[in-house]
């Protein structure tokens, strides 16, 4: 007579039991608000790079760190963590979609075995995560480049958001509600090129890891695959990245938007400021999106792993 299956071996197909949908989304959310505490000056940091010689002016910033020691000097401690309640808002949304849903897929697509689903459709599941989260995450992400912006523009010409919420209904009532997901476009496309790099080559270097014999399941192994995630991410993302990023805190100029479309800020970047211009502050890009990668995945790991000990195990 064959053996009744344990609940905590697995349910009714064979396939091991796991943590419930609404969950999935929590944890994804909470990994990436646990992330942004850190590394929010990295990104103010990044955007302020991105930002600099913007029109063909001359840099405010020579490196990263010139960017940092300047900020911290004008604007002092707390400067380095402006838009950090937009920042973890833009968690709370975007990556709570993603992580959610890139979770979801990936386990329905795995094999009744436990083979997980080839690369080409990783990088798929990767890019519809990222799409989606991005739609829903563009007026945080919208808040988060403003608030982080202000402090390099003279005093008279500063939006002087107090917090993320206070941003959003200020934008929505001078500028229109469709503002809020200006850019949505590009934002979106990032988010695919970010998704399909960092998602999928997570789950495959951790895959490449373990097979190799020499790393088992456990942080040693998630940092390792997060940092080649986050170094192939940080390389194919960035054009993308700068586009996005002043088409969001672009203003209006007599009436007419400063760029027309992502291609068109790619364009002027070229035009203006050099091809390699667009893989500019990589390194605090880099910087910023290598740590939260890390953090990230650790975070949802080890959350994971304790649901699963909790209330999946005995």
Known sequence: MAATASPAAGGMDGKPRTSPKSVKFLFGG???????VFVQPLDLVKNRMQLSGEGAK??????????????????????????????LLRQATYTTTRLGIYTVLFERLTGADGTPPGFLL?????????????????PAE??????????????????????????????AREEGIPTLWRG?????????????????SYSQSKQFL?????FSDNILCHFCASMISGLVTTAASMPVDIAKTRIQNMRMIDGKPEYKNGLDVLVKVVRY??????????????????????????FLEQMNK????????G
């Open 122 to 138: 990783k990088a798929l599941i990767g890019m519809t995560a990222g799409a989606t989260g991005a739609f829903v995450g563009t």
């Open 306 to 313: 304790a649901y699963k000990r909790l209330f999946l195990s």
């Open 273 to 298: 400021e050099g091809f390699f211009s667009l893989w500019k502050g990589f390194t605090p890009y880099y910087a910023r999106l290598g740590p939260h990668t890390v953090l990230t995945f650790i």
């Open 58 to 87: 001359t840099r405010e910033y020579k490196t990263s760190f010139h960017a940092l020691t300047s900020i911290l000097r004008a604007e002092g401690l707390r400067g380095i963590y402006t838009g950090l309640s937009a920042g």
């Open 30 to 36: 909470l990994a990436g608000m646990g992330a942004t």
């Open 142 to 171: 919208v808040a988060l480049i403003r608030m982080t912006a202000d402090g390099r523009l003279p005093p008279d010409q500063r939006r002087g958001y107090k917090n993320v919420f206070n941003a959003l209904i200020r934008i």
């Open 184 to 200: 949505c476009i590009p934002t979106m496309a990032r988010a695919v090129v970010v998704n399909a790099a960092q998602l999928a």
């Open 210 to 214: 373990l097979d190799s014999g020499y």
